[in-house]
């Protein structure tokens, strides 16, 4: 199993639509993760950290579920300015600085 | 407030020929990283070095080297490009090992042909 897998997609939605993407890790002892945003032939930007149950930031939630050993990202009422890839990261181990990426979720928003 | 700077941002070799990737960052950060990134497979990291003075591997060192030359420099070495280095590179940075919160270049697009 990888360390950090998610589903490559694309997601294409129409505008207004509620997309939530999945990601799943293999090491139980992860404590933060965190979801970025790339667009394309861009450097990655952070979007949210969850430390515990989940992070709400306007159209934005993430969500832990430590029993299952994945996390979510929901978006609401989704922009054409949303379209992107969403990577997650988790650390390997804790206060090593090691942050391993999954390979990313592409999302398309259409008018 | 430049960040991290990346140099160069475009690069063409051809295999066997060597060549460094120069990172550097003005925000004072202990750790500071080296990712490559390719269609379908996300960053991978490369090495990493979480203070002055160290470094470690990281999911996929081979073919690659790195100096932390002082806590604002990184640069990472290919002695001997291949085709499958192919690739983007970015190079990142954090204040501690800790903060878990990269800062990332905008990236160096290399072509070994």
């Known amino acids: 199993r990888k360390e950090v897998e998610q589903d490559p997609g694309p997601f294409n939605v129409p505008e207004g639509a509620t997309v939530a993407f999945n990601c799943t890790y293999s090491?139980?002892?992860?404590?933060?993760f965190f979801w970025y945003r790339q667009d394309c032939r861009k450097e990655p930007k952070l979007l949210m950290s969850?430390?515990?149950s989940g992070n709400e930031d306007g159209r934005f939630t993430a969500q832990l579920n430590r029993a299952s050993q994945y996390i979510s990202l929901l978006i609401r009422d989704s922009k054409l300015s949303d379209s992107a890839t969403y990577l997650c990261?988790?650390?390997?181990?804790?206060?090593?600085?090691?942050?391993?990426f999954g390979q990313g979720t592409t999302l398309q928003v259409k008018p | 407030n430049a960040g991290v700077t990346q140099t160069p941002k475009f690069q063409v070799l051809k295999t066997g020929q060597s060549m460094t990737l120069q990172c550097a960052q003005d925000?004072?950060?202990?750790?500071m990283y080296w990712y490559r990134q390719d269609p379908g497979m996300g960053l991978r990291l490369i090495y990493y070095?979480?203070?002055?003075?160290?470094?470690d591997k990281g999911e996929v060192p081979n073919g690659y080297n790195v100096s932390r030359l002082n806590k604002r420099e990184f640069s990472l070495r290919l002695e001997s490009a291949a085709p499958s280095q192919t690739s983007v590179y970015f190079c990142?940075?954090?204040?501690?090992?800790?903060?878990?919160?990269?800062?990332f270049g905008a990236g160096s697009r290399l072509t070994v042909l």
């Open positions: 990261v988790v650390p390997r181990g804790i206060n090593t600085g090691k942050l391993i």
């Open positions: 090491n139980s002892a992860s404590q933060s």
């Open positions: 969850v430390y515990s």
């Open positions: 925000m004072n950060h202990n750790s």
């Open positions: 070095s979480a203070s002055e003075g160290t470094t």
């Open positions: 990142a940075s954090l204040i501690t090992s800790g903060a878990n919160v990269l800062t």
